[in-house]
């Protein structure tokens, strides 16, 4: 048995390549360059979902590759090239596939609810893991402005989203992976605590030790503030008109669907990721 990670060393792959690593179990870690760093440099495998003639790529590697993490590309089109690499993979002897979702994308929905229902037309064994927002997301989306200006500006509003730790993530689809029959399926998955950003505003006030306030803007003036952090016209359109939905509770709901409940709370990892807020180093 091998284990096929695609998402190379992103936010969601990474703590689960710690697990495999940590139960020796053998596994590959499949991202555009091949390099991955240590301890996992000898796992890295060249792939890139937008170039089918790299799909062979990790089964010439190993040839015991029977299980594949699924993680979309991060940009273009995702169903078409990710229904090509899961035939090619089935082909190739693969039986498991676990799917990273999301919480508000059932089967048959848009993006990843499409690949789901591929899974499921397929007759394999498959597991779509359906969870809430990532605690890392405010690493990669609130930090730097944080650090900047003291607060967290966004047009969610007083709309409350099931934050989820990628380690409880991780847990999860390390099972999902490894166990020998799949207990859920499709479980929708949620942190502990339903937080509104002027909750988690008030966390950093406290940890941080200064005030961060939160800010209410239009999705408009969002969009403005995320192009101001570097991001792309086409991320910044999708983020603002996304944090228009959260603001009507479309995370808030899933909440209360859960199958999954993690353990880790926002407060640990705002603490644990400190130097993020203070430094510009997570
Ligand atoms: N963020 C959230 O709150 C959240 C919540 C629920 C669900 N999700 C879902 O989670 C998924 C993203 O997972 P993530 O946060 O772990 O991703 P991530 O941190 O952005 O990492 C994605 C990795 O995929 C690799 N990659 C990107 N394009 C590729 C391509 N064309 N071919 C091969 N590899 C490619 C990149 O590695 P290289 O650059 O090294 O190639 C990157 O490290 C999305 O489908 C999203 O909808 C996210």
Known sequence: MTVLLTGGMGRSAKPLAERLHAANIPFLIANRSGVVPEPFRDRGVQFDWLDSSTYRLPFEADKSIDRVYLIAPSSGDPIPPM????DFAIQQGVKRFVLMSAAPAPIGGPMMGKVHEYLDSLGV???ALRPSWFFENLVFSLAAWIREHNEIANAVKSGKIGWISNEDIADVAFKALTDSAIEHNNPIMVGPELL???QIADLFTDILGRKIAYREVTPTESKEIILKQGRTEEFAEMKSKLEGLLAEGLEERCYYQA???G???MRE?????KAAWEVGHA
């Open 83 to 86: 229904k090509a690499f899961i």
């Open 125 to 127: 064994e498959y597991c």
């Open 196 to 198: 509104t950003f002027a």
């Open 259 to 261: 199958d999954f409940v």
């Open 263 to 265: 353990k880790r709370t």
């Open 269 to 273: 990892f705002i603490e644990e990721r």
